[in-house]
């Protein structure tokens, strides 16, 4: 009796763990065909932790736990975890009022704020482009150091560097301080950055242009987000917009996420990205 007892015990341990490992995490559901860990599914599909979901000529909702939303646009393929969505190809909208990831070459996406809506997408050339709708994202490198606040109605490309180093190139617009021996530039977003690598003297009090690299591993002076080493700089000619700032719209026509209709206008501005 004892044996049958402890053998029941065992049985039902691992029958506890098999049972915990496949517990589900949320749903996926598309109109039309997708991939769901190789498989062709149609219409819904049960999420899993690490579950790979590929979408082909249809767009896919995946509905998490936490009310965290997010939808793949077509010819994308992601890899799906409790707290994260790696993005591997192609681009996905999120929404999502916790602590949800979204992972792309090595940046993680995050929302700063309640409400927050935005777009990642994988570019070509090593590029993130991170667009936020509502709210306002935080992207971080590998490393945990916070390389720009992404806020509503605004668009900023990520440059990864060829060689696969961490430092990541941005360029950005907004007004250069000095404080305490330490440059400083504050950019639309209100984000604070200290700038090393040139003599800002004569662009204190203004607003200038610039693109360097964002040093991961570096710590910054007083309250300012990360460190960037400068390798441009110029005074702002006016418009105040450069391709980390595009300013987003909800009706206009040049950038469109497909099938879920997301546009952001990008009339009169490069469609290269960020680069030292």
């Not at 965290?68 to 992601?78: A, D, E, F, L, Y």
């Not at 409790?82 to 996406?109: C, I, K, P, T």
């Not at 709708?133 to 509503?152: C, E, K, Y």
Request: proline share 2%.
């Amino acid at each position: 009796m004892l044996k049958k007892i402890e053998y029941a015990a065992i049985l039902l341990s691992i029958l506890g763990y098999a049972s915990a490992e496949n517990v589900s995490i949320g749903t996926a559901s598309a109109r039309g065909d997708m991939r769901v860990d190789s498989y062709v599914v149609k219409g819904n599909a049960t999420l899993f932790d690490g579950t790979v979901v590929e979408t082909g000529q249809a767009t896919a909702d995946l509905r998490m736990s936490k009310g965290t939303q997010i939808t793949m646009s077509t010819s994308s393929r992601g890899t799906l975890y409790r707290d994260r969505l790696v993005l591997q190809q192609g681009q996905s909208m999120v929404s999502s009022s916790s602590s949800f990831q979204l992972e792309a070459n090595g940046l993680h996406v995050t929302s700063n704020m309640p409400n927050s809506l935005g777009v990642v997408s994988l570019k070509e050339g090593n590029t993130v482009e991170v667009a936020a709708l509502t709210g306002n994202f935080g992207v971080r490198n590998d490393h945990g150091v916070l390389i720009a606040s992404v806020p509503s109605g605004h668009v900023t490309m990520f440059a990864m560097q060829a060689s696969g180093g961490s430092n990541v190139s941005y360029s950005s617009v907004g007004t250069i301080s000095y404080t305490n021996g330490h440059y400083f530039l504050t950019d639309s977003a209100a984000e604070k950055f200290e700038v090393t690598c040139k003599d800002l003297r004569r662009y204190i009090g203004k607003e200038v242009k610039l693109s360097g690299l964002v040093e991961a591993g570096v710590t910054p002076a007083q309250d300012a987000s990360s460190v960037v080493c400068i390798k441009s700089v110029s005074m702002n000619g006016g418009s105040g917009l450069t391709v980390s700032n595009k300013v987003l719209f909800g009706s206009a026509v040049g950038y469109t996420f497909v099938g879920v209709g997301i546009a952001v206008y990008e009339a009169n501005q490069s469609s290269t990205p960020a680069s030292p």
